[in-house]
């Protein structure tokens, strides 16, 4: 029986799978508002019609509180998870009440040390981005963005840190101490190659990020002089035009390696659909914008999309 996570994230997954497509290779037959509540940032929508919709548009740049949150959340769920497994705090009831109402599971499904070396790499991400949107992201003053994109992006980060603990021992089924699994063959195996390509996939990514600042600011004195849009170059911008959407689909793998559960792979699957949507609406429109843009990058896969 799918809980409340599986089926908002499945719907979210088709919602978005099915929309970004149609927007993508019917844009001219579907209604202004649809394209003008779906794409935002450099492809945004630029028609004069569904102007209603800026009464819910929010700044980009308010991404920013996605990753304020989901670091103050994920540190403290860690630093909650630590205290119940190796200090043996007890699992409050109202937290218990609340991820049994959420997840509808009574029995855990992954062991204590995948849900805590996952829950660390979160936070590794989280801060990072953190960082990144407050201190060198450089967003565009007219650059918007439809209110839901900024409360689904708030609702993911709770709900992939919930997923995450959720289903581990103590946090899911009875307080019995004796009868916590702490790891298995798979997570034993796995740990030290997820981490692996987690930090490289992390690492990737905000070298992605980092080229995708330099393009507005001054490569001397690292001031932002302009909020154009340029081509960028260099690492897996020579492949793909996402490169920072890429990472973030393998991130999310790494995760749901460790984290084998249906409600991750709900997740997992939005994920997809939303990096993937993305990634082909900024090819498009960087092949439009630029007539000298390269022509071998594809979209978010190196030789396949």
Not at 35 to 49: P, T
Not at 109 to 129: E, K, M, N, Y
Not at 218 to 228: H, L, M, P, W
Request: net charge positive; aromatic share 14%; with cysteine.
């Amino acid at each position: 029986m799918l809980n409340i996570l599986d089926l908002g994230f499945l719907s979210l997954a088709l919602t978005v799978g099915f929309t970004g497509f149609v927007i993508n290779h019917y844009e001219k037959h579907v209604p202004a508002f649809i394209v003008k509540g779906f794409k935002y940032g450099s492809f945004a929508y630029q028609g004069s019609e569904a102007n209603f919709l800026q009464l819910i548009e929010v700044p980009k740049a308010l991404y920013r509180h996605f990753y304020a949150f989901s670091s103050v959340f994920s540190a403290l769920t860690l630093v909650y998870a630590i205290l119940v497994y190796w200090f043996e705090f007890s699992v409050h009831g109202s937290i218990g009440f609340l991820l049994k109402l959420t997840l509808e599971q009574d029995e855990p499904t992954v062991p204590a040390l995948a849900a805590i070396l996952a829950l660390s790499l979160l936070l590794v991400q989280c801060i990072r981005r953190c960082y990144e949107t407050h201190c060198l992201q450089v967003f565009a003053k007219s650059s918007k963005m439809n209110m839901s994109h900024y409360l689904v992006g708030l609702v993911h980060y709770y709900a992939v840190i919930v997923a995450t603990i959720g289903q581990a021992p103590l946090f899911c089924g009875s307080q019995n101490r004796d009868k916590i699994v702490w790891s298995d063959t798979k997570t034993l195996v796995l740990a030290i190659p997820c981490t692996i390509i987690f930090v490289w996939a992390w690492y990737e990514q905000f070298m992605t990020n980092i080229i995708f600042a330099n393009l507005r600011k001054d490569k001397k004195s690292g001031d932002v002089i302009t909020e154009e849009h340029k081509i960028p170059h260099g690492r897996l911008f020579e492949h793909v035009s996402s490169p920072h959407r890429l990472c973030e689909i393998i991130l999310y793998m790494v995760l749901l390696i460790l984290i084998p559960t249906r409600t991750f792979f709900c997740i997992f699957l939005w994920v997809i659909a939303n990096q993937v949507q993305t990634a082909i609406h900024a090819h498009v429109w960087y092949k439009k914008t630029f007539k000298n843009y390269p022509s071998n990058r594809m979209a978010v896969i190196p030789n396949i999309l």
